[in-house]
């Protein structure tokens, strides 16, 4: 009986995911603390294979400053110490004492083994992009100048926790509404802004600029400065189910901008030059973010694992190919250019948009460099994550 159950919801997440309108769709846990984050998963991963490696094979090893990956790494084993296999590495890292670059390589290399991520076509190289936390002028009260809404999460969005009832669909949620008798897709972006009436009473702010809201909950996080200079931060509380849609790959299908300027920046200037054309572009990523109030003293964003980002030492990953809050070694470039970036990078977040073996979504921080730098990356790179001793690789890598 319990397989032909199975079968029965599988058939039904296959369903949902085929279509790409008129769905609930799967998703990852919201990016907020959870205890129910497991940063090793109980299957194999399924989107790469883990090759193991020795340390001289990672480009810039020993060149790199280790200190503010080690405290990254501190941050991850808030949640890691509480799995066996990590419990004694962060109980290492947490002993050392005012430790250099030498102590802390002999850290990572006496209790780590480091594994190379190998794509399912057996490729080496993969996409990095960039995010970042970005500033935007806005009010607690709607004006003329403050007329786009930041909503907070409304009670009426379902989430249905499939992993509950079946582990082999761990991590996989569906979202949606009551319609009378049944559960029904939850409303679309196009939905929300053409009638403001369905989120009524849910807002939390207001902002004065269309392209940089939309582009907050591209980044699932951000700041809010009022006219009075206080300001607040703001992050990712929940969303609203349906798939992710690149607004800039629409704009280069369209012939509208070349690929060389699908960028944040260009997409932007695109929005400036075409105000009439904007929101019916905006709609066509049907996934909406909703937020929530943060406490002031954050050291940085928080992450799916829990704990604050460290801007140029986080990363976002696929967890069914990375477990959350590992060590990951990457080696990339600047963006837009051929100069080395090889660092220790932590995996503590996770992306709608970050799908697959060697994929990573660096956090480049807060404000207008890290946007910058944000907005321009689109690099090729290699990954090595480092795992534990006495774990062993996945033997099989499924799709």
């Not at 909503?151 to 509404?177: F, Q, S, V």
């Not at 009473?201 to 809201?213: C, H, M, T």
């Not at 280069?252 to 929101?279: C, D, T, Y």
């Not at 795992?387 to 099989?396: E, I, K």
């Amino acid at each position: 009986m319990k397989n032909q159950l199975s079968f029965i919801v599988v058939a039904l997440f296959l369903l949902l995911t085929a279509c790409s309108t008129g769905t609930i769709s799967p998703t990852l846990p919201p990016s907020q603390p959870t205890e129910t984050i497991t940063p090793l998963p109980e299957k194999p991963l399924t989107k790469s294979t883990h090759k193991r490696a020795q340390w001289s094979a990672l480009t810039g090893w020993a060149d790199d400053d280790l200190l503010p990956a080690w405290q990254a790494f501190l941050k991850s084993c808030t949640v890691l110490s509480k799995q066996p296999i990590w419990k004694e590495n962060c109980k290492a890292a947490a002993s050392l004492q005012k430790p250099n670059n030498t102590t802390l390589r002999n850290f990572f290399e006496s209790y780590f083994t480091p594994y190379q991520i190998i794509n399912t076509d057996n490729s080496q190289e993969g996409l990095v992009t960039g995010y970042y936390e970005p500033l935007l002028k806005g009010s607690r009260k709607p004006s003329s100048r403050y007329r786009y809404p930041i909503y907070a999460t409304p009670n009426e969005l379902l989430t249905i926790d499939l992993g509950a009832a079946y582990p082999e669909l761990k991590d996989l949620r569906l979202r949606g509404r009551v319609d009378g008798r049944k559960i029904v897709p939850y409303y679309s972006r196009a939905e929300i802004m053409t009638n403001p009436k369905i989120l009524n009473g849910y807002e939390l702010l207001w902002v004065e600029d269309e392209v940089e809201l939309f582009f907050l909950h591209i980044q699932g996080s951000g700041r809010i400065v009022f006219d009075n200079g206080d300001m607040i931060k703001i992050g990712f509380s929940d969303q609203n189910g349906h798939p992710y849609n690149s607004i800039g790959k629409l704009l280069v299908q369209r012939g509208e901008l070349p690929l060389e300027k699908a960028s944040m920046q260009g997409i932007k200037q695109w929005g400036q030059q075409n105000p009439s054309k904007l929101p019916a572009l905006l709609q066509q990523n049907a996934r909406y973010v909703f937020f929530r109030e943060l406490p002031a003293d954050l050291s940085g964003p928080i992450g799916a694992l829990g704990v604050p980002l460290t801007a140029g030492r986080s990363i976002a990953i696929d967890p069914l190919s990375i477990p959350q809050g590992a060590p990951v070694f990457l080696a990339t470039t600047w963006p837009n250019t051929n100069k080395p970036l090889n660092r220790l990078m932590v995996a503590q977040d996770v992306g709608s948009a970050i799908k697959g073996g060697i994929r990573a979504d660096f956090f480049w921080g807060f404000g207008h460099e890290a946007g910058n730098q944000a907005g321009r990356m689109k690099q090729s790179g290699k990954m090595w994550v480092l795992m534990p001793r006495g774990y062993t690789a996945p033997a099989l890598t499924r799709q």
